[in-house]
Every structure is written in C-alpha cells, then in structure tokens.
C-alpha cells in the first residue's frame, strides 16, 4: 500500500472470505482488518452461486467452494468491507465489491447491487470488459460480449441506477448502533461463535451493526478510538452497545476496555456465555450483562438501542441510515423477502426535517407524508425505497 500511494495510485483488493475464512491461514490472510490494513478501500469479492434471492438460510456443498453458509454471506460478508471501511481512517468510508461468475442476468445484478448497496459497498466493479474473443471464460459475465450480450442495453440502466443510489450513500456517514466484536481471535485460540449468527438476528430486526476487530481497543491511535458518555467512538462512528459474541478466550485490551465501556454507561453484552480468560495476558475477564443468543434483540429493544421499529415486523427489510456532512438523512430500504410490504416506520428521534421519497430507478423525487416520527412504507420485492430527510 505504501509503495503505491508513493508513486500515486490507491491500492484496492481483497482477500479471501469465504465462508468465514478470512478468520483463517493458509486458506486465508487470518484476519480481514488486518489483511487489508494496508489498502485505500475495504474489498470483498461475491462468487457465482454464494449471494442469491432468499439465500440466508440456505446451506449445502458446493462442487467448487466446498461449503455454502448462507449466513455468511448475507450476514457477514458485505459488513466485513462496510465496517473496515469506516473504521479506517486511510479507508475514507469506501467500500467496494467485484464479481459474481456467468450465472447471472440484469435481474439477479439488481438483486445483488441492492443486496450491498443496504450493506455498506458504495463502490462496485463491474466484471468486465474483454478485448479477446467471445467467449473469455476469465471475464464474466462479459458485459458487452462482442455485440453477443441481449442484456447490455438494460446492464446500462442498471448502472445508472447504482451511480445514483451510491451517490447517495458518500461522504459522509453511516448509523449502526451496535458494534459486534469480530471473531478472529476467539478462532485462533478456542471454542466460539462467529459474528454472523448475531448479525443474522440483528438485522433481520432492522438493528445495525458494524464488527469491530479487537485492534480497537490496543491500537487506540490508528483507530481513533474513544469512550466517552454512553457511546463507544471509532474513527467516525458512534456506538451504543458493544455485543461480544462467545469466545472462549478474548484479549488483554478487550478486557480492559470493557470496564471503561462500562464505566461510561455504554452496555457490554456477552452472548451464550462469559469468555474464560485472555489470550495474551492476565487481565481479568470483567463481568457484564450475558444473554442467549435468541433473547438479543429483545433485550437491544429494551435498553432503547434501534434506530427504527417496523410495523407489522418483517425480516426481510433492510435499511441503512447515511447522514451527509450538510446534515441531510438518507434512509435506504431494501425488500428481499417474497412479498410486497405495506406497513409504518417509526424512528426512535423526530429529525425535525421535510422528508421526501426518492425512487432511483425512475430518478423521481416526491413528498412523503410523514406523522411526527412515523411515516408509510410500501415496497416491491427486489425494490428500493430511500427517504430523504433534508432542511
């Protein structure tokens, strides 16, 4: 990284995550934060046949990848590049997302821009352009194809359509109330639980979430890490509550810090279990609130964590909040269940702003009717819905 940005030029990559290997060496780097560390965006790469429609709890063997964890990839993946992205300061925020393989149309790229877009990626990567004959096995899926591709001309409305909504959701920064602690070192040393079954209950609650390597807590300069009054503060985001999802051993400074988080009133919940001792000291493991996995959200609810509640309730809606540096709010939802929703959003403040509904696809602008801190919500499977909130 360092010897590109001399001469210039933003290193961007990824390594390899799937399935939970990024916690992993020889498979992977052993460490998603700190493999990329290095680079100027935060990258994940999405593999034919691993994010699809109604994919979140779907698992089996897979001739190439071996095992397919539909959690993982719907609950994990997009937010491993979204919260690295936020976290590091040299990051700025971006987060980008390349491939997907032959298997797929206009139809199932809309889906899987949606799919990121709600998750944090505001920067994709088209796979490609190829100046070798049709067919380049190595470039799919081969947008423009020679003049072969019938889909390019409706490919291009697609790409209108993800300039506008990333447009959006830039500069500026994005709301998650919770920060989950990322699993590295829990792999490393013992028996655990991987973040993704919290995330899978957190947002299929509409509760967001960044993961948090435990870096954090020791390297507290880079990060830009502090505790102050009931909220935890990493680089540019605010959090509220600290989830620690079960790791039989986590590190010195984790520990450490979870007395001050504490201390400052910001609620720490282990989950499934108390850890039993660190892994690169003798810190003492503090005690704080532990609850079961299927009890979490219930309990984020009653100390008032979530920004907004949905009524009737649905777990396929997802949402992402993004405030501007003018202080304009812009709430993105995102239908991947089966059936249209028809229901109320109620958010936890009134932003005391004129809210308007924006549909990217038409690039159409109108006024959203609003009661105090609710308003209406009607959505299409496979649609978008963004609410501007704006002076």
């Known amino acids: 990284g360092a010897w590109c940005r001399e001469r210039g ?21 052993g460490h998603y934060f700190r493999g990329l560390a290095g680079q100027d ?55 980008i997302f390349g491939n997907y393989g032959w298997a797929e149309g206009v139809r199932l790229e809309k889906y899987l821009v949606d799919h990121f877009l709600v998750r944090g990626i505001n920067h994709f990567v088209p796979h490609a352009f190829s100046a070798k004959e049709y067919p380049d096995p190595d470039c799919p899926p081969h947008f423009y194809a020679n003049g072969h591709n019938p889909q390019y001309r409706h490919f291009g409305c697609l790409m209108a359509y993800t300039n506008r909504v990333c447009e959006l959701l830039n500069d500026g920064t994005h709301i998650a109330p919770v920060a989950i602690l990322y699993h590295a070192e829990g792999d490393w040393t013992g028996k655990h639980m991987t973040c993704d079954q919290v995330g899978h209950l957190l947002a299929d609650a509409q509760i967001d979430y960044d993961i948090l390597p435990q870096d954090v807590f020791e390297d507290r300069e880079s990060y830009r890490t502090k505790i102050t009054t009931n909220t935890l503060h990493v680089n540019t985001q605010s959090y509220r509550a600290v989830i620690i999802p079960y790791s039989q051993f986590i590190t010195a400074p984790t520990a450490k810090a979870i007395d001050e988080l504490k201390a400052a009133g910001i609620p720490v919940l282990y989950v499934n279990g108390i850890p039993e001792g660190v892994c690169d000291g003798d810190a003492a493991i503090p005690s704080a609130d532990c609850v079961m996995l299927e009890n979490l959200t219930g309990t984020l609810r009653e100390l008032h964590i979530p920004e907004l509640t949905l009524s009737p309730a649905n777990d396929r809606i997802r949402y992402r909040h993004y405030v501007h540096s003018d202080g304009s709010d812009v709430f993105l939802f995102i239908n991947e269940g089966t059936e249209p929703y028809h229901g109320i959003i109620t958010l936890s403040e009134d932003l005391n702003k004129t809210v308007y509904l924006y549909d990217a696809w038409e690039n159409q602008l109108e006024a959203l009717d609003t009661e105090g801190q609710r308003f209406h919500l009607d959505i299409e499977p496979l649609h978008s819905r963004i609410a501007v909130f704006d002076q």
Request: aromatic share 10%; net charge negative; proline share 3%.
């Open 9 to 29: 030029v933003e290193y961007i990559g990824h390594l390899i995550e799937d399935d939970n290997h990024h916690t992993r060496t020889g498979s992977s780097l």
């Open 41 to 95: 965006m935060a990258g994940i790469d999405d593999i034919g046949g691993q994010v699809f429609p109604q994919g979140e709890d779907i698992n089996y063997y897979h001739h190439i990848f071996a095992h397919r964890n539909g959690e993982f990839y719907h609950y994990l993946l997009g937010k491993l590049a979204d919260s690295a992205a936020a976290i590091e300061p040299r990051k700025k925020g971006r987060a």
